[in-house]
């Protein structure tokens, strides 16, 4: 059932907030996720402070994980060793709040009125409540927090307490070691959903807290990371804490006091976080560098609103006459920045930093569906993610080896560069992930122009990996160079020969590394089997269906029952993963996935074409899925199916459609909603002669604006029904920028605005094929969907 989507009145529309105005328990875990507040290195969900205990309430850290040997029931050679998930580090958003002897708690208190909000344009969660108290007193909490960007590992915390007459009030603030405190392994009964440790996992090293300020260390078990933990609190009025204790499970600050009518006490809570590996700075130098990063709520409130003027000054996608989407979207967009903005040369969880879902690890997704976002909003922050990549580059060429292939081979799921996936079939054995690096690694110097970026990264990234497809593929009897033993973005399709998008992608890892210049040690030998293999990869084609398959048996396979009910789905959930291989069903975007990323490299016939096959035998089953079909919808003329796929994707999580929301947003999702407007509906494609668009807008929507940075210039794009118009800023040392609009070319100079007429779109005609296979063609057909 939908959430935000289907309740304005609990949840009322607005342009720059998300907002809940009543309490329904059901919804906690789910709302803990969707009003989190983070920046990338450090998160914290979006539970109260103030009046429950919450479902999944913590704080994250990006790369702060725990490892742990695999048990495989039986092994083999090369099998992953070491697991690693992230950690919640200790808490600090924990108070409680006894007004004339009763505990507030929204359980069993009076609520007289709720309203709570995350604002996008400030970072600042905010959470008013009144009670209605047994001693008579009406009592009004209100909760403010943020994170800080300046200095990435403090964040503030403000709780203030009004009354209508006097009252006494027992205040105590908390941190809480959350990870060891005893909880159920969700991922017994959902692969999706993240584990539990067995063990103790935060050990304390020191413990000290006096006069109203903590200062705390643990580390973990066995990665021996370290995390420290400063924490001040300010009264306003200004008195003493009646009690400071300190403890390694939980440490706490207590207030008593008198709170008379009008009255407004503030406690002001400021928190640090410190963390390095065993290797790093002693105990004490951890500690002082948390204190010393201490600053006041005030302080990191401004930080963080001056942080969102400045990202939504350049990142902000603008939907004319669409109040409901354009919410939707800047929640994504939000979500994105909390996830980018300051990680650091490190990788992006699929999570982000809102929760523990997929243990917090890194997949392929940063480069297909976040780097398109951060390399044309925040170019620094793309590098960076680019960056951590390399340094992963000695632990991938370890794994090539064990795999027996040359080059470099980057684990499929990881924290600290080691492939952490233990089922090979669906981990390992996706070695797309190599061409996924090297497309967003020349992605990004297309769009940039960074001009040391090749010499210091780039060309390694894009020698290595082709080093290794060289080695993993063969040339067969038939003089075709072919990929066995694969499996492609599609996980119900595994461990297959020659599947498509692997092959697309490999194919232009290696053109992309032939092409680099003598400066990247190459040697002509290697050039010259990159280039044979490229020119012959395999590329599958059904003749009879006129269809590029998905892999060389694929249509040979059964057939799905698609009238397997709707509570079997996820398929994942409810099939043997035998089942499942051997039936024509996708859980993602696949094919049509190769098509969008390599769109030079197929007509127009066979992108509809093979949209028209694969889109009605795609499940949605994963959330990477809708973003992309919903892309490839709009560029083949199916406007209406394009803007449906749309509308799925952006509320993926604000409605909980794949009711794991509670483990944290889909990052990669949120991500896919910004290629969705910009390449979708805008139609830009990228890494060709020129920027190129073939703009796709929505018959309702009144228009569509956003910013791009190419080149270190600011390019402004307008979209109406009838025409897009450029802008490119004004700057002394922009050069002209050539874009191609349906194969005109524009030339757009700094200072000047550019506009281009547009002719309607052409409408799809639904390809029927010669079998009794579904196509998007006859339900279009039917229900008058164009």
């Not at 999702?669 to 929505?698: N, Y």
């Amino acid at each position: 059932m939908a959430l935000i989507s289907s309740d304005p009145v609990r949840f009322p529309c607005d342009p720059w907030k998300l907002v809940e105005t009543s309490h329904d328990p059901a919804d906690d875990g789910t709302l803990e996720t969707l009003m989190v507040v983070g920046n990338g290195h450090l998160g914290m969900r979006g539970a109260w402070s103030v009046g429950g205990d919450g479902v999944l309430p913590g704080t994250f850290i990006n790369g702060f994980h725990e490892v742990w040997d695999i048990k495989h029931a039986e092994n083999a050679f090369g099998f992953a060793r070491t697991g690693q998930r992230i950690v919640y580090v200790p808490d600090a958003n924990n108070f409680t709040v006894s007004i004339d002897g009763e505990l507030l708690s929204l359980a069993e208190s009076t609520v007289l009125d709720y309203r709570r909000s995350v604002d996008f344009a400030t970072g600042l969660y905010e959470s008013a409540i009144t009670w209605g108290c047994r001693s008579g007193a009406t009592v009004t909490t209100l909760e403010r927090r943020a994170v800080g960007f300046d200095s990435r590992g403090v964040l503030g915390i403000e709780l203030s307490i009004i009354t209508d007459r006097e009252v006494s009030a027992d205040v105590t603030s908390a941190v809480v070691n959350r990870q060891d405190r005893p909880a159920a392994d969700q991922s017994a009964h959902d692969p999706r959903r993240p584990g539990r440790h067995a063990d103790r996992v935060l050990v304390p090293v020191q413990m000290h807290g006096t006069d109203g300020s903590l200062r705390l260390l643990w580390e973990t078990a066995a990665s021996r990371q370290r995390v420290a933990v400063a924490v001040d609190h300010c009264v306003t009025p200004e008195q003493q804490p009646f009690e400071t204790l300190v403890d390694e499970e939980e440490s706490s600050v207590r207030y008593v006091l008198a709170i008379d009518a009008g009255e407004r006490f503030v406690l002001a809570k400021t928190v640090s976080y410190a963390v390095n590996g065993a290797d790093a700075l002693h105990s004490e130098r951890l500690v002082q560098d948390a204190e010393d990063a201490l600053s006041t709520v005030a302080e990191i409130f401004a930080d963080s609103a001056a942080h969102y003027a400045r990202y939504w000054a350049t990142s902000d996608v603008v939907l004319g006459g669409q109040p409901a989407l354009q919410q939707a979207v800047r929640w994504n967009l939000f979500q994105l920045a909390q996830a980018t903005a300051r990680a650091g040369v490190s990788g992006i969880p699929a999570k982000g930093v809102t929760g523990s879902g997929y243990e917090g690890h890194y997949f392929w997704d940063q480069e297909i569906y976040l780097l398109p976002y951060l390399t044309y909003t925040n170019p620094g922050a793309a590098r960076q993610v680019l960056e951590s990549r390399h340094r992963m580059l000695p632990a991938a060429r370890r794994r090539a080896t064990e795999l027996s292939v040359d080059g470099a081979l980057f684990a499929w799921r990881t924290i600290n560069g080691q492939e952490a996936s233990a089922y090979y079939a669906a981990g390992t054995a996706q070695f797309h992930i190599a061409a996924a690096i090297a497309f967003a690694a020349n992605r990004y110097e297309w769009a940039t122009a960074d001009p040391n970026f090749q010499k210091q990264i780039g060309a390694e990234l894009l020698v290595e990996t082709a080093r290794m497809w060289a080695s993993l593929g063969f040339f067969g009897k038939d003089g075709m160079f072919h990929i066995h033993g694969v499996t492609g973005p599609d996980e119900y399709t595994a461990v297959v020969n020659d599947n498509l998008y692997t092959n697309v992608m490999a194919r232009f890892n290696l053109r992309a590394a032939a092409a680099l210049g003598d400066a990247a040690g190459v040697k002509e030998s290697e050039r010259l089997v990159w280039g044979e293999a490229a020119d012959r990869m395999s590329l599958p084609f059904d003749a009879h269906l006129e269809v590029f398959s998905q892999d060389n048996d694929f249509m040979t396979l059964e057939p799905w029952d698609w009238s397997t009910p709707r509570s079997k789905y996820p398929l994942l959930l409810h099939f043997h993963p035998l089942v499942i291989y051997r039936h024509q069903v996708l859980k993602q975007a696949d094919t049509v996935l190769a098509m969008f990323l390599q769109w030079q490299d197929f007509s127009a016939e066979e992108k509809q074409r093979a949209f028209d096959f694969y889109d009605p035998i795609t499940t949605g089953d994963s959330t990477l899925s809708a973003c992309v079909q919903g892309i490839m919808a709009a560029e083949v003329g199916y406007a209406r199916t394009a803007l449906k796929h749309f509308t799925d994707a952006v509320f993926i999580d604000l409605d909980n459609t794949h009711t794991n929301t509670i483990d944290g947003v889909h990052i990669a999702s949120a991500g896919g909603i910004w290629s969705s407007l910009v390449c979708g509906f805008a139609g830009m494609r990228d890494q060709g002669e020129h920027l190129h668009f073939d703009p796709r807008l929505p018959a309702d929507w009144d228009g569509l604006s956003f910013k791009l940075l190419v080149h270190g210039a600011t390019l402004s794009v307008d979209l109406t029904p009838d025409a897009i118009t450029f802008h490119l800023q004004d700057e002394s040392d922009a050069d002209p920028l050539t874009v191609d609009v349906r194969g005109e070319l524009v030339r757009v100079h700094a200072g000047q605005a550019v506009t281009v007429p547009l002719a309607p779109a052409p409408v799809a005609v639904p390809t029927v094929f010669p079998s009794s296979f579904p196509t998007t063609g006859i339900p279009v057909i039917g229900t008058g969907l164009s």
